[in-house]
């Protein structure tokens, strides 16, 4: 029985380390698609509301606030899965990565379905159908990753407990 415990414990914490390194590459893969839609002109803030004096002003604002929003994004996704992996590996962390990971998967679960609304309301219009398929289905995976990860994380705390008794 022991045995077993020690070797699920050993599987589980490789399986953390992997999904940690995902959680990183998906918020280095959300940062480099912001910035592919700003390049290719899907994304555009749209200034047109706003008199001819303040326009650059305000585009300068959105980018800004932009980046911010993407730092802070890629910034939690590097603590969750640097964390992730160094539990994996067998250092002892404390709860919050996972904290972080569950705020993370919320947010993602309502960025699932702001696209999904966002799509059905025609506010999406400059995004072609197999471009808003391929963007779902890497958002999904990156939700399930994060469940994924919060499960596996959490079953490590307790098998960990369980070996070291």
């Known amino acids: 029985m022991e045995n077993e415990l020690v070797i699920e414990l050993r599987r589980r914490r490789i399986t953390l380390m992997s999904l940690g390194s995902g959680v990183i590459s998906f918020g280095i893969w959300s940062i480099t698609k912001t910035l592919l839609y700003i390049y290719v002109g899907v994304f555009r803030v749209d200034v047109t509301t706003v008199s001819e004096e303040y326009r650059q002003a305000v585009t300068a604002v959105a980018y800004v606030l932009l980046a911010l929003f993407m730092l802070i ?13 160094a539990a994996g590996s067998g250092k002892r962390q404390r709860p919050t990565y996972i904290v972080v990971a569950c705020l993370l998967l ?9 696209a999904v609304f966002g799509r059905t309301s025609g506010r999406m219009e400059n995004q072609s159908l ?3 398929a391929v963007s779902m289905f890497v958002e999904c995976c990156s939700a399930a990753m994060l469940a994924e990860l919060i499960y596996t994380a ?6 960990a407990k369980l070996v070291e008794g």
């Open 73 to 85: 994004g890629l910034s939690l996704r590097l603590f969750v899965g640097l964390k992730a992996r």
């Open 106 to 114: 919320a947010w993602s679960v309502f960025s699932l379905l702001g």
């Open 130 to 132: 197999m471009d808003y």
């Open 154 to 159: 959490l079953r490590v705390r307790k098998l």
